[in-house]
Nanobody, 115 residues
């Protein structure tokens, strides 16, 4: 069993910042790619950012230059630093962690950006 605990969501004004965290625990031997997705009301879940075990990253075009994904392998934790937030960033954010080739999802954390 793998458990993912997310934290750091909340309400912020346009232009503000938030930092999301997702800590993995349980039966973990190898963690592959770690990623953040988001889902806004009425929209499909979309990839926001991902980071491989080697540290390579990729971002959705809409967040490039504003969001930074990082990971702490010693803590089995992935972070998402979100700066210059916009109302269109409002969504539930989910972490996704690949463990031994199988994807695992966090419970989601709400991010709301007010205009």
């Amino acid at each position: 069993q793998v458990q993912l605990v997310e934290s750091g969501g909340g309400l912020v004004q346009t232009g503000g910042s938030l930092r999301l965290s997702c800590a993995a625990s349980g039966s973990i031997k190898i963690i592959n790619t770690m990623a953040w997705y988001r889902q806004a009301p009425g929209k499909q879940r979309e990839l926001v950012a991902a980071i491989t075990s080697g540290g390579s990253t990729n971002y959705a075009d809409s967040v490039k230059g504003r969001f930074t994904i990082s990971r702490d392998n010693a803590k089995n934790t992935v972070y998402l630093q979100m700066n210059s937030l916009k109302p269109e960033d409002t969504a539930v954010y989910y972490c996704n962690v690949g463990v031994m080739g199988l994807p695992h999802w966090g419970q989601g954390t709400q991010v709301t950006v007010s205009s």
